[in-house]
Structure formats: structure tokens, C-alpha cells
């Protein structure tokens, strides 16, 4: 029997075989499935109360997001220090560069706030991945990008109907236009099901899929590079080190562009509540 990196718990991220290693007779230990399961850190994990490794680094990252402003701008300076720089940096880029581009600066000044701490948390979570001993993007559990899915699929439709009364609201999200003559009623079902279902469907799992994906390629080549360290195989080893690197600086520009297309997608559906419906 190998020795397992792991021993026989299927549950960690890099689970493979440490001498198992290619013409030594075993097969690829390739990532699935296994890759994002996680032992519960406290807790059963058959019932629904339990703490485990992606709750214990999306707590970690809300307290070092949190943390980081809070040192930035405890004692905020006319003359900014470098870290009120920084973090004054990464404020105006999502004010000014997001929120005041979509929803405009009159309109969007109040949900600045929420638009910020989508970004910077959904970025943190993203980052994970390429942490040392974290080694896992939080976001990669559709469970997480659901929940903040969900939260912008509330604050949309409220504002709609608080904006546009019923009859506007129903307007707003069937796109009822009588130009259309005999098909409005199908545009109109056409247009319900697509930004009440399709439209927070589809928030959610983009940034899902992108995250899942990206962590599921690292971990391919980081486990073939290891599995390939044997006789000729070492060159190959070599090629899908490289490809580990390019692909962790890959992965450093989805992580931060995935954090960008969902606050800009927030702020779509924000304008969209807020805009006269003609």
C-alpha cells in the first residue's frame, strides 16, 4: 500500500499519493470531486451544524478585510500614509471606476458601501487559492456565491418595487412594450423568466464556474508535476512545473476580474431598479 499525502481521508484538497509516481505501476491520482470536500473542523458533518476548513477562511478573510480598512483609516491623514493610500486606492477604483460609471454619482453615492465590501470580500475569497496552506478559493463552494448572489437578487428586487410601485416593477421585469403587437405576451414571459431566474442564475454560477475551474487546472498540474518525478518523466515534470507557475499568475487575474464582472453585474441590476422604465 502507498503512502497517501493524506492517509486514506479523501476530504483534503491535495489528496494524492507521495510514492506514487508514473511507471511505478499506479494510476493518476487526477483532482475531482474529493478536491472540495472538507472534514468538519467542529461539528458533525451529517447534520447541518458544523464548522469547517471554507467557513473558517471566509471568517478569516472578513476579519482581515475589516482589519486592513480599519487600520487604513482609524487615524486618516490629509497627506496619506502608505496603507491609507492603498486602501483609499482600492475605494476610489470601485466608487469611481464601478459604481459611479453604472448607476451614476447622484444615484449610486449610497450603495458605494455594499458595492466595496462585495468587491474586497468576493476578491479576498478568490485569493485564498493561491495562499500557502489555505490553497483553496472559498468561492469554488457554489453555496458562497449563491448567498451573495441572493443578497443582490433582494436588494434588486425591492428597490424595483419601491422605485416603480407593482404595475411599474411588473413592467421593469417583463420589458413590456405594446410596440410588439401579438408577441408581447410571449417577450413579456420571455423577459420574466429571464431576469427573475436566468439573470441571478447565472451571477451566481459565473463566478462558481470560474473559481472551480481555475483551482481544478492548479491542482491538476501540481499533482502531475509531483506524479511525473521519475526516470524520463522528470522532464515532463519540469514542463507542468512551468505550467503551475503561468497558471497561479492566470489565476491571479481571474481572481481579481471574477471580483470586478460580479460588482459590476450588482451594479447593473441596481441601475436597472433605478431607471424610468419607458
Known sequence: MKES?????????????????????????????????????????????YFDKTMLLALLGSVIIIGFFWAAFRKPQVVPGKLQMVAEAGYDFVRRGIVYETIGKKE?????????????????????????????????????????????????????????????????????????????????????????????????????????????????FTIASWYLLNGIGIAYAGVSFIMVIVMTAFELFIQALQAYVFVLLTCTFIQGALAEHH
Open 108 to 220: 449610486g453615492e449610497k450603495y458605494v458601501p455594499l458595492i466595496v465590501s462585495l468587491f474586497f470580500f468576493v476578491w479576498m475569497m478568490n485569493l485564498w487559492s493561491i495562499v500557502p496552506i489555505a490553497q483553496f478559493p472559498v468561492t469554488a463552494i457554489i453555496s458562497y456565491p449563491v448567498g451573495l448572489a441572493l443578497i443582490v437578487y433582494v436588494l434588486w428586487v425591492s428597490l424595483t418595487f419601491k422605485r416603480h410601485g407593482f404595475v411599474g416593477a411588473f413592467k421593469n421585469f417583463t420589458g413590456y412594450d405594446k410596440s410588439l403587437g401579438p408577441v408581447l405576451p410571449l417577450a413579456m414571459l420571455i423577459e420574466f423568466f429571464s431576469n427573475l431566474l436566468v439573470r441571478p442564475f447565472t451571477h451566481a454560477v459565473r463566478l462558481f464556474a470560474n473559481m472551480f475551474a481555475g483551482h481544478t487546472l492548479l491542482l491538476l
Open 5 to 49: 499525502a493524506v492517509s486514506a481521508d479523501p476530504t483534503q484538497v491535495l489528496a494524492f499519493e507521495t510514492d506514487c509516481h508514473i511507471f511505478d505501476g499506479c494510476g493518476f491520482p487526477a483532482p475531482g470531486l474529493h478536491s472540495f470536500l472538507f472534514e468538519p473542523l467542529w461539528g458533525d458533518g451529517t447534520s447541518n451544524v
